[in-house]
């Protein structure tokens, strides 16, 4: 019943941007605080974005602070993700989960290459 499908992962070069989107169903979205994680090839999934339900605060880890941006359209049922500057460093499966009911994603690969 519960669904979170990512889209918008893609190949991109270093300084470019990206928007990552997580349109979710069979949940009341705009009540749940959400947030992305990602995975890197041979690391341990780490915490990247959070945002409460009505989108009044938002978290970031350092390692993206001032380049990346969370967003929600409770209207739409969808968060997003506005990637900017982007690094090697960057290049992750993304994930985007619901907090109280721990759900996750499929994910979303992002590739950042020159």
């Known amino acids: 019943q519960v669904q979170l499908v990512e889209s918008g992962g893609a190949l991109v070069q270093p300084g470019g941007s990206l928007r990552l989107s997580c349109a979710a169903s069979?949940?009341?979205?705009?009540?749940?605080?959400m947030t992305w994680y990602r995975q890197a090839p041979g690391k341990e999934r780490e915490f990247v974005a959070r945002?409460?339900?009505?989108?009044?605060?938002?978290t970031y880890t350092d390692s993206v602070k001032g380049r990346f941006t969370i967003s929600r359209d409770n209207y739409n049922n969808t968060v997003y993700l506005q990637m900017n500057t982007l690094k090697l460093e960057d290049t992750a499966v993304y994930y985007c989960?619901?907090?109280?009911?721990?759900?996750w994603g499929k994910g979303t690969l992002v590739t950042v290459s020159s």
């Open positions: 945002i409460t339900p009505r989108g009044g605060t938002k």
């Open positions: 069979g949940f009341t979205f705009s009540t749940y605080t």
């Open positions: 989960y619901a907090d109280r009911i721990d759900y």
